[in-house]
């Protein structure tokens, strides 16, 4: 996952550094869930385009983009999950 070194300012009040941002493992993926869950609690629109916030807030050119390949990766895993897991 990668990190925009914007959010390194918040990050800082709860004391993550940007060395922990670098470390391997998970914790990339912990920021960018962090990041996803204030997009979607805290901004506007559709639960797509607050997810696709994460990418980018330029709406036409890249929010969008980024907003209908959500929408297709989420179709795909409804399916692999449906698939693996009825209920």
């Known amino acids: 996952m990668q990190f925009n070194t ?3 300012q918040d990050l800082s009040k ?6 922990h941002v670098a470390n391997s493992g998970c914790y990339a ?11 979607i609690k805290n ?3 559709d639960i797509w385009t607050r997810a696709a916030y994460y990418h980018s807030r330029t709406p036409k050119k890249y929010n969008a ?3 209908a390949d959500l929408i297709v990766m989420a179709v795909k895993w ?3 999950l449906e698939d693996r ?3």
């Open 6 to 8: 914007l959010f390194l």
């Open 14 to 19: 709860y004391g993550i550094t940007p060395a």
């Open 29 to 39: 993926y912990d920021l960018a869930a962090w990041r996803v869950r204030l997009h």
């Open 43 to 45: 901004d506007k629109g």
């Open 65 to 67: 983009k980024y907003r």
């Open 78 to 80: 409804a399916g692999w």
């Open 85 to 87: 897991f009825s209920l």
